[in-house]
């Protein structure tokens, strides 16, 4: 059920990412928010960390963490265009795709890679299974936002 809510999510924010014209990912969501380039950007780089923190792989691109994960909309000198976050896009959740159906489920129940052994004993719930409802719940919060740039 959790895959399926993440693919549901993910297919969604997918249909508007591939919609919105690049002039619209250039707007901001709201009068003195960010644009949808950074939300693109820093789901993106959110999804692209999740390899790390499962134990399934390493980030295919790193230098988008200090660019939508570390700085707030508009501070970095440079940012990736929007072609090119189109690109990062498609292979981020494409590589995922191929990890999590690489994933056994019982290893779904295990510590992610951000905790400690000790922390996971004191706290089971805190499992890899956890991470993907919460960046699930990420997901779909953001595509909410990028909803009111159509």
């Known amino acids: 059920m959790a895959m399926a809510a993440w693919q549901t999510q993910l ?7 591939d919609e919105l014209t690049d002039e619209k990912w250039m707007n901001e969501i709201a009068p003195g928010k960010n644009r949808g380039i950074y939300l693109v950007g820093h ?3 959110v ?3 999740m390899s790390d923190i499962l134990g399934t792989g ?3 691109y790193p230098e988008l963490r200090q660019i939508f994960l570390q700085m707030p909309d508009r501070q970095a000198e440079k940012i990736p265009s929007v072609a090119d976050l ?3 896009w498609t292979s981020v959740n494409a590589r995922l795709a191929s990890e999590f159906s690489a994933v056994p489920e019982a290893e779904w129940f295990n510590r ?10 004191k706290d089971p719930s805190r499992n890899k299974l956890n991470v993907l409802i919460n960046r699930t719940n990420h997901l779909a919060y953001h595509l909410g936002q990028l909803r009111l740039l159509k």
Do not use: G, I
């Open 47 to 49: 999804h692209d960390s």
């Open 58 to 60: 390493k980030p295919q």
């Open 43 to 45: 789901l993106a780089a």
């Open 11 to 17: 297919n969604r924010c997918t249909q508007l990412v």
């Open 112 to 121: 992610h890679q951000a905790m400690s052994d000790e922390d996971f004993a």
């Open 86 to 88: 189109r690109k990062v």
